[in-house]
């Protein structure tokens, strides 16, 4: 259709030509009136009078049709149809039974401007106003078989392409906006990972960084393996940036215990962990999404220990739970320091709590004591305790 929307108002000349071809195609069926015009015996002032009327029908049938999609109310429809249906009626009784068919006009200009709840009503309505119409002009029952079915079959037909036209674009727009959403929640995604990495890195390189200076020049070869341990750091960030930026990065608890371990001793943190290495920690049976949820709640934790609380002791508890609800995986990182995070939570706090949900867990976070204590819960697949500690 040469570019114009289903449903939708021409929006150049181009697309208004081609959709008054389309409908100007229909007006074939009016051959009967103008025949009766020009042929019919009438008079010449009747003759003007009957042009004139055809003319006033066929404009105002127009200016139905194009206002379709334009945002006017049903009332003023509803009166439009009136006015076709009152020129309808009084150019029959006055002209013949050839003018009849312009009901039909009137039943499908009804159908496809007007809701269905509406044109359920005029219809029928109309269709019974040519009934009576036809049986008050002479010869008009001849005409009625022919006239009254495409009437009611040509009105339905319209409301039944109106609605297809209303569901098409409202898809269209559920499209658009599931697109956006979708497009929206890659961008939460990544920018979650890249705070949560980058916290984490930064936050560690930072540490080696003031460590490494504090030995020179008393130790080199101690500032030169921090330097080293830098480099490193630099490089999986970057490679853990890169993965994010993909969508690949899945990280595990048995890395981030490992990471853990190492950001907090750098910091000179004692740190009470359970075992790194996966063939003590047993996580058998627990869901990928779970893992991964923890396994960041447990780097993004670690990060604000090293970073804001002025802590001198971290613990770390992995523990199975059984609940109503099924066996969950606890993750509960306490510290004794005073500069945790307040009753604000930050981007990182707000993030692991979207993670969270997102894998069916929850995230508990405040000062307890003299410290402050993060809880994250997620779905596991059995209930044991993973362990507390080396």
Not at 39 to 68: E, M
Request: net charge neutral; hydrophobic share 45%; glycine share 12%.
């Amino acid at each position: 259709m040469s570019g114009i929307g289903i449903g939708q108002r021409p929006q150049n000349r181009r697309q208004k030509a081609v959709k008054l071809l389309w409908i100007g195609i229909w007006l074939a069926y009016l051959s009967a009136p103008v025949s009766d015009l020009l042929h019919g015996g009438h008079s010449d002032g009747v003759r003007v009078l009957g042009w004139i009327g055809l003319v006033a029908f066929v404009a105002w049938y127009f200016a139905l049709i194009f206002r379709t999609g334009r945002g006017e109310t049903n009332g003023v429809v509803l009166a439009s149809v009136a006015v076709l249906a009152a020129q309808s009626t009084v150019l029959s009784l006055t002209l013949g039974r050839e003018w009849l068919v312009l009901f039909v006009y009137v039943a499908i200009s009804s159908g496809a401007a007007l809701p269905f709840h509406l044109a359920r009503w005029t219809i029928p309505a109309v269709s019974a106003l040519l009934t009576g119409v036809a049986l008050a002009v002479p010869g008009g029952t001849s005409y009625l078989a022919g006239l009254l079915f495409p009437a009611l079959l040509g009105g339905y037909s319209m409301t039944g392409i109106r609605e297809l036209v209303r569901t098409t674009i409202e898809l269209r727009e559920a499209r658009a906006t599931v697109a956006q959403l979708a497009a929206n929640e890659e961008r939460l995604r990544l920018a979650r990972d890249l705070h949560d990495l980058l916290g984490h890195s930064l936050s560690l390189i930072t540490l080696k960084s003031e460590l490494a200076g504090r030995m020179l020049p008393a130790h080199p070869d101690k500032a030169a393996q921090q330097v080293a341990d830098i480099e490193h750091v630099s490089r999986q960030a970057l490679v853990d940036v890169r993965e994010a930026v993909s969508g690949y990065r899945r990280p595990r608890l048995s890395a981030e215990l490992a990471g853990a371990q190492v950001a907090l001793a750098t910091a000179g943190i004692t740190a009470d962990l359970p075992p790194a290495d996966p063939g003590r920690t047993d996580l058998t049976g627990i869901p990928e999404d779970s893992e991964t949820a923890l396994a960041w709640a447990l780097r993004e934790a670690v990060t604000n220990v090293v970073r804001h609380s002025g802590a001198h002791r971290c613990t770390v508890r992995l523990l199975r739970r059984q609940t109503l609800d099924g066996p969950i995986l606890e993750l509960s990182v306490e510290d004794d320091g005073s500069g945790s995070p307040g009753s604000s939570p930050g981007h990182g706090l707000t993030g692991l709590t979207e993670r969270l949900e997102k894998a069916g867990g929850s995230l508990e976070a405040g000062h307890v004591g003299h410290g402050f204590r993060l809880i994250a819960r997620a779905p596991a697949g059995r209930t044991t305790d993973v362990g507390s500690g080396p």
